[in-house]
């Protein structure tokens, strides 16, 4: 017995509750790649908000060719239908392009793929109904948008879809993002839902529909308050993390002080941080997939104050006891090679003076 499409669409629309410098990889696995059933329109460049699909039609053959194509290329049934699905509700808001420029890959991972049989209603392209799930197409329906912003996150933040190593951060997001762990299926894994699923649409379309969804108000709230107060950009966190410290600093009282002293280098980290949140995606490790020719560098006056002020920042975020807990500190540390005898010096002397202060007070 084969699928009811119908079924699937009543379900999916709402009747039921709804390398370096490229970020690429070298060889792509033939499961990574988008099946494009043979005459589809593909759209020269991704219009987000605009379906490819003309009818139910077009995105039942999207569904077959992709479920098919996952099968064939040892992928299990479930698994492939998952992924197939979650495929469909990306595609059918305008992420196809045709050009490889606009979509901002060497590779393409699109394939074109043909029906089996005389057309695509023969039975042989049935996807069979033991693999159907009413849960599964009202979870795609309702968090579908929600992992795209999540990988998107992951993406501009760490410059890849997916590794072993962001396992518990995607956990963490999909926990904030209230997706439940229980939705009536084995849930797809982080490397399937991150990567398989979505790596083939290139990283450029996946951004701007998290970035549309973002201006329209429609990016989930966990991820939206990490787009704050700028998009989040790997190759940029030891500056951007240095003056959400110092903005910090500006709370204490011998700030003033602080702030005679080092005045240019605080400047400098001010005009950086400001130009990187003017063009943040052109300054991303990965600029190019993200449809800029070279990635902008930050500037060497804005990276010798960052020489000049880190161990100042690691010494104070020892001091408030959040030891890698603002977000991009692992940066500040690595790329200021660690703590030093002066950051040491400098945590003595802000916990001293916090004593101080606290005497005065009680």
């Given amino acids: 017995m084969a699928l009811n499409f119908a079924t699937l669409m009543a379900d999916f629309n709402g009747t039921a509750f709804a390398q370096a410098g490229t970020g690429e990889w070298g060889f792509i696995p033939e499961e990574w790649k988008l099946a494009i059933p043979g005459g589809t329109n593909v759209p020269v460049h991704h219009a987000i908000g605009t379906s490819p699909f003309a009818n139910d039609g077009e995105r039942e053959i999207f569904l077959k060719a992709n479920y098919h194509w996952l099968t064939s290329h040892g992928i299990a049934p479930n698994t492939a239908y998952q992924v197939s ?56 329906k309702r968090y579908g948008n929600a992992f795209n912003h999540m990988m998107s996150y992951v993406f501009l933040s760490r410059g890849h879809h997916f590794k072993a190593e962001y396992n518990e951060l995607y956990d963490r997001l999909k926990s904030a993002a209230f997706v439940p762990t229980n939705p009536g299926f084995a849930m797809l894994n982080n490397e399937e839902l991150f990567r398989l699923s979505i790596h083939a649409f290139g990283v450029r379309p996946l951004v701007d529909l998290a970035l549309a969804d973002k201006a329209a108000g429609q990016m989930i709230s966990a991820i939206y308050i990490r787009y704050q107060p700028s998009t989040p950009i790997s190759g940029t966190a030891h500056i951007t993390t ?57 500037r060497p006056e804005a990276e010798a104050a960052f020489k000049r002020l880190c161990q100042f920042a690691l010494g104070y975020i020892d001091h408030l006891g959040r030891r890698h807990s603002l977000a991009g500190q692992q940066a500040v540390t690595k790329k200021s090679g660690g703590p030093t005898g002066l950051a040491d010096a400098f945590l003595k002397h802000v916990t001293s003076l916090a004593n101080q202060v606290q005497m005065l007070l009680t």
């Fill in 85 to 140: 699905v979650f495929r469909l509700h990306l595609t059918n808001q305008g992420l196809l392009c045709a050009n490889l420029q606009h979509r901002s890959v060497v590779e393409d991972e699109y394939v074109q793929v043909l029906h089996q049989g005389a057309n695509w209603a023969d039975p042989l392209n049935d996807i069979p109904i033991a693999v159907y799930n009413q849960n599964v197409n009202k979870h795609y």
């Fill in 242 to 298: 240095l003056k959400a410290t110092l903005n910090q600093m500006t709370l204490e009282p011998w700030w003033d002080a602080f702030n005679h002293k080092f005045m240019n280098e605080i400047t400098e980290i001010d005009t950086e941080v400001a130009r990187i949140h003017a063009a943040p995606l052109t300054y991303h490790v990965s600029a190019r997939v993200l449809g800029h020719n070279a990635r902008v560098m930050t």
